[in-house]
């Protein structure tokens, strides 16, 4: 979430109330709610690094808000974020460490596991799926998302086949 | 809707029980169906999914009566129909089955029009009857304006709603597609898949073989196939229901 | 119904050309057959035709000279339509060019009579001769000759012949042209012949001593023997010198009606079982090019009994579409047709088994046209429901390792894929093979057939011919034998005189009686046509025609015993001869071996060999003047005048043949775009142009028609041959008559069937390698 916030407020100086609209704005219901406390923690650590300036400004009858700016370093650091390409993917280590294990503890069917996890992954597809069709259509920022996550559970279930075939 | 106590028990559509297929083709003979059971009720979307080669295409031709089985039994709406023979078949299929595949669905010979009416007239309704129902089914899936064209004049995805009409224009019991949207772009899926369910909501009986997962969790109960044998039979709905508003785990952004 | 109409009408609309093609192509098939049955009707009921046309008589009194015959009383007798003439006859003697034959003229009008008018084939009938025209020139009359004398006598129209009436004063008459007429036929030796004057040159010729002729034609032809017993009482028994009948004269004409009639039933058949193969084939091609569509409809709710008749229907329809235009053509418009064929289709309708081969050809053709498209209809019905993502292709082998080589060396790319396209596998070479070569086939056992019979005038020496003219000398006012044939030899163009004698002879048990023959002596031998064995050599040897080896149940090196009058006769068969005549029961010896049993024996005629290229009738005339009028010269009779029709019937089937083998070759070349058509992608791929793509298909098309036409072209020889031995063995001429054509004719069948190919394919090679990538990936899948 830190770059995220950086990468907001290259644009203009915000308060944390407004970043965390910013932030429910343009990812959309796909991204769970942020935690409001959370983004003042993380506001917190990112001026103590000094990647942006806090600057109070005065509100009458309620306490200050402090609104945020980014810094030269802050800026580096969206540049740097930006330059960077993400890491391998993901593999689901905990499933795959509960199949490798089955067998030997003979507490759990490997078969019954996977159907398990795939009955759980097409409920989540059905979910994404409405989730897609309840979601405004020109959001492309948030169909994107969601499409994203569909490839990655088609990936996640054809690997269920995979493993399916492999140890049957 | 209907008195637990005194209701007659539904009659499945779909009934199956020990079928069975083996292929005879060059080298070792393969068997793609091994004794498999089945209930389908009506008004139900049944997505089958599986590897390929799993025999998922072959179950659902037993099912339509475009191959024998070797054994079993099958039952469609309580009729007994596993012996009967073609064209026995194919008077059956004429009213109550629609078949959708996912490629060659039109007669190529044959325009738009003729291609949706063909069945129409095959069950013995009259050309005005048949056109009219022509002209509304390709009104609802977008494709006013293209009744004369050929099939080979059309793009796959426009291909698949002409022959989705096709199998809907008799409003059959049943409708069987094998991969409808195994041949086409993203968009093109999207558009079956809508038009799925929204047949799907009127009531029609469904049953979809698919390796897509998008297009299987849009079923309301999806039957893993491998190696000839049903593997899961889930209904899909249940399960841990989401976080309010959101989807956990979907995006995890580092700190 | 309504749904199988309505595809069946789709397809139609899809395939219009091809439809076009079947309609003409059926059209032309049934036409051709029907000409050739015309053809053979004409050609096997001569006798018939000339009746039909000349109004003829069915019977003819001839009265003794001095009778009178009342016509009125004769026409009076129940049954007779009409009557020709009374004629007034006199019997005189007709010579041309050493030629001599008995004729009986009759006192004709210059208008030819209604009944019995006689034909004129040359020249122009009698005409009135100019009133101030007489007395001067040779010639004072005119007179036209019935056709089997005028042929006897090379008497041509323009040619003066020498009359001797019954008194024998000779008269010089003029031959203004010969007709054909319905009545017993010439034979040297046999009956008078007919010819025709005007009275005045009758009154001329004989004064006196004329007879009658009246002919009778009959409302009932059945009824004839009754009538000529009611005729012969209307004119006196004791008048009437002569009656003939009509089944006389139709057997007399005879016409080799079996041999034609052999040949037309055989080349017929095996057209119309060609043409039905080419149906299904081309059927079968186009089911197979449809399977995924059969799958579909399948998989929508037709039934297979639907599909089999969708596609029954639609194709049936238009074979009988064509047949019927064809049958409907040729009944309207055959007559129209210059030349022979038009003649032979104009005057078919009046011939007998005109209305059984009217009905029966495009009946059978129908027949089975429905049968080879009803079976291709069902195994179109039988089409699994399943379309299957990539249509079945078999397999081929893979490219050989010359193929490889031969694609390193530069051999053109086209050539090499050409041939592995035309060549696959080897089960699936050999059918479209086959399907191209029965045509042909067909065609070279018809063009066997053809030079066979053409081998009877060209070198009739091979076929025991060898002796153009006879020449028999009147005894005993004639020169004697030696210095006849000085005299013979003097002749410019006389390459041989052989002395010959033919007597009757019995046969062991007095079954039957054979021909024993002795021509030629040992210091000159005559020419025997030897085709198994060897030629006599020695005293006591002959050879023998095929018949009589098949009466004597005996084979060439065994003795033959035989009775020739009273006495025996024994002889070493040596050798088989070719033997036209007597149905081949014919022993040849020399003259020297018949003059040891008989000393006194001496040549009853003459065989003259003449040079090549002679002219029979020139040399018989310079025969005349310089033997004089003692000599008799008779032209060797040759069969092939009989089988002259058969060649008209052989070449119209060979049409036949040569479109059936156009249809196959198309189908195979629409067959091969098709499969070529999936490959289109994959070849650009590998980056041919598509010159050279339409090159591959051009050049797979020419190989196969190539191969075809060699196997076909070697079958053909082959069983041709053996099929016209057989006959001619079973004929009682002896196999060995077969004669194959020229090798330039059979490679200008090869080449023209390759040419054909290549032409047949270009059209649709240039369009399969120019259609767009666009258009075949739908179709590749």
Known sequence: MRLALLALLTRSPAHGYELKQDLEKLLGAAYPQPNVGQIYVTLGRLEKSGLIEGEDVEQSGRPNKRTYKLTAAGREAVLAWFEDTAEEPRVRDEFFMKLALAPQSGLADPIALINKQRRQYLNTMRDLSKLAAAEDRDNKISQLLIEGAMLHLQADLDWLERCQEELE | MSDDATA????????????????????????????????????????VTGPSGAGKSTLLHLIGGLQRPDDGKLWLDGERVDAYREARWAVLRRRSIGVVFQFFNLVSNLTVADNVELPALLAGASPKAARDSRAELLAELGLEGRERSMPGELSGGEQQRVALARALVNHPALLLADEPA??????????????????????????????????????????????????????LGGGRPGPAGGVSGVLELKE | MRATLRWAQADFRAHRGEALFVVLASAGVIASLLLAGALFGYAANPWQ?????????????????????????????????????????????????????????RAADVEPPQTGRPLVAAGSWLARPDPGDTGTGPATGSVVLETSVARALWAEPGDTVRVTGPDGAPHLLRVSGTADAAEPRYQPGGAAGIGWVLPATLDEIARADTGQSVGLRLEDPDDTD??????????????????????????????????????????????????????????????????????????????????????????LAFALLGVALGTTAIALLGARIPGRIGEAAAVWQDLPGHTALMIGIPGGAVLLIAASTGLSAWRAGRVPPVPVARAALPSAAPMTALGKRALGMRVPPALVLGWRAAFPRRGRTLVPVARLAL???????????????????????????AAALTVRSEQPAGPSDAELEETLATVPDVAAVHPGAEMAALVPGQTGT??????????????????????????????????????????????????????????????????????????????????ERDPRLRPAFHALELRKGADPRAVSGALATAAGATLEIRETPNPADRLEPARGVIG????????????????????????????????????????????????????????SALVGTTVGVLSGSWLVDTQGASSGIGAGIAQPPPLPVLLTVIVGAVLGAVAAAALPATRTARRRLADSLSETL
């Open chain 3, 439 to 465: 045509p042909l086939v067909l065609i070279t056992v018809a063009l066997v057939a053809w030079s066979t019979l053409d081998q009877f005038r060209s070198s009739p020496a091979q076929v025991g011919l």
């Open chain 2, 182 to 235: 195994g041949s086409l772009d993203s968009k093109g899926t999207r558009e079956v898949l809508r038009l799925l369910t929204r047949f799907h909501q009127r009531g029609q009986t469904i049953i979809m073989v698919t390796h897509d997962a998008r297009m299987a969790s849009a079923a309301d109960r999806v039957i893993s196939f491998f190696d000839g044998r049903i593997a899961d039979d889930a209904q």
């Open chain 3, 226 to 315: 009754f009538i000529v017993q009611r005729a012969v009482t209307v004119l006196g028994a004791d008048r009437v010198a002569e009656v003939t009948k009509w089944q006389q004269a139709r057997a007399e004409a005879g016409g080799d009606d079996r041999l034609l009639g052999t040949v037309f039933a055989v080349f017929g058949v095996g057209a119309l079982l060609a043409a039905a193969l080419a149906a299904s084939g081309a059927v079968g091609a186009r089911v197979r090019g449809q399977l995924r569509d059969i799958a579909v409809l399948k998989a929508i709710g037709f039934t297979p009994g639907q599909v089999t008749r969708g596609f029954l229907v639609q194709h």
């Open chain 3, 652 to 707: 119209a089937l060979i049409a036949v043949l040569a479109l059936i083998g156009l249809i196959e070759l198309l189908t195979l070349i629409g067959t091969g775009v098709r499969d070529r058509g999936r490959d289109l992608l994959a070849l650009k791929a590998i980056g041919l142009t598509p010159r050279q793509i339409g090159a591959m298909i051009v050049t797979a098309a020419g190989l196969t028609a190539l191969v």
């Open chain 3, 49 to 105: 035709r000339v009746f039909n046309q000349s109004q003829g008589a069915h019977i003819w009194l001839h009265t003794r000279a001095g009778a009178d015959t009342d016509a009125k009383a004769l026409a009076a007798v129940d049954g007779v339509a009409a009557l020709s003439g009374p004629y007034r006859t006199a019997a005189t003697t007709v010579e041309s060019r050493g030629a001599r034959a008995g004729v009986t003229l």
């Open chain 2, 8 to 47: 007659a028990p539904v009659v499945p559509i779909v009934r199956a029980e020990g079928l069975t297929k083996t292929h005879h083709g060059e080298g070792t003979p393969v068997p793609a169906v091994r004794g498999v059971d089945l209930s389908v009720q009506p008004g139900e979307f049944v997505a």
């Open chain 3, 514 to 595: 054979i021909t024993l023959r002795g021509l030629g002596t040992a210091r000159q031998p005559y020419p025997s046509a030897v085709v198994e064995g060897r030629a006599v050599a020695g005293p006591d040897e002959a050879v023998a025609g095929q018949g009589l080896l098949d009466l004597l149940g005996v084979r060439v090196g065994d003795w033959v015993r035989m009775t020739v009058g009273g006495r025996p006769q024994i002889l070493h068969l040596v050798g088989r001869t070719i033997e036209p005549e007597s149905g081949g029961r014919v022993i040849t010896t020399t003259l020297d071996a018949l003059r």
